[in-house]
């Protein structure tokens, strides 16, 4: 079969991009690191170019950015990480106690159903206390033995936060030099469609990532503002967390309900608590889908 010469130029593109997609999927692990860099990079280069209109020293203003993008990210997770120090301890004290009111709500409920099952609670709560202790002492080992045998993904973890802030550095120094020459490798009868094309998608993305900017902080206004008025605990970190998680659609707001609804179980003890806290997750659902978005 004879092939003409746009069916030739065609599959010599596919074949391009088919070997593209395999280095890609190879290289993967090496190029994760760069790839986060360009991303920040790219969602933070306005900033920097503001700030040099202004008279800023390109070097200040690329290190400001960088620095407030880093204690941000920081930021982030020292709101996890007291939700899971304060919870676990919580969630192993008080599952005895959720048993037991488990057993003295749902047995006579049964019992007026015609179904006699009664809980073996005492053999629940042994499982459940061996299951987290098994839990805490794997987890445990298995970060022990990575750090003293394997340790390469300890290791890759360490690389890439030290990797991401350098690149993203360079990035932003040389931003406008990168953009420039990418412009030079596209042929001049396409450059004036190509540059189209690309300021199209800048200001597309930039009003969504504006958009999304403001949803998360005025949701995370509320969880935190919300939860704290029904009396619960942890309401600043759960309501924020869960606020900067809605960027992942269903998942982040799922993610933050569950936590919630399990800190609310082991604070409150009873119905009411949870179901305050679960209204106040729902309520954010239609403050989201209604009014931000």
């Not at 079969?1 to 190879?26: C, E, G, K, S």
């Not at 030290?162 to 009868?189: C, E, G, H, K, S």
């Not at 094309?197 to 958009?211: N, S, T």
Request: proline letters at 5%.
């Amino acid at each position: 079969m004879t092939l003409t010469p746009a069916q030739r130029q065609t599959f010599t593109w596919i074949a391009l991009a088919a070997v593209a997609a395999l280095l890609l999927w190879l290289l993967a692990p090496v190029l994760t690191p760069f790839v986060v860099a360009a991303v920040l990079a790219y969602a933070l280069h306005p900033l920097v170019e503001r700030l040099a209109a202004r008279g800023w020293p390109r070097l200040l203003a690329v290190g400001l950015v960088e620095v407030l993008a880093l204690l941000g990210a920081l930021a982030v997770l020292l709101l996890i990480v007291p939700v899971l120090v304060k919870e676990l301890p919580l969630l192993k004290a008080q599952v005895p106690v959720l048993l037991d009111r488990l057993n003295t709500g749902l047995t006579p409920f049964l019992q007026r159903l015609g179904l006699n099952v009664t809980l073996d609670v005492a053999s629940i709560k042994q499982w459940m206390a061996q299951l987290l202790d098994a839990n805490a002492q794997d987890w445990l080992a298995t970060a022990l033995t990575s750090a003293r045998i394997g340790g390469s993904v300890l290791l890759s973890v360490v690389g890439n936060a030290i990797l991401v802030p350098v690149v993203l550095f360079y990035l932003l120094m040389d931003w406008l030099n990168l953009v420039q020459r990418v412009q030079a490798l596209v042929p001049p009868r396409l450059r004036e469609a190509y540059q189209g094309f690309i300021d199209e998608c800048d200001a597309v993305l930039g009003q969504y990532l504006r958009g999304q900017l403001l949803v998360m902080a005025a949701l995370a206004t509320y969880y935190a503002t919300a939860l704290a008025a029904v009396g619960f605990d942890l309401a600043v970190p759960v309501g924020v967390f869960t606020g900067l998680a809605v960027a992942i659609p269903y998942l982040g707001f799922g993610l933050g309900l569950v936590m919630a609804i399990l800190a609310a179980l082991l604070q409150f003890g009873s119905l009411g608590g949870v179901l305050l806290v679960a209204g106040v997750y729902g309520v954010g659902q239609l403050l989201e889908s209604f009014v931000l978005t």
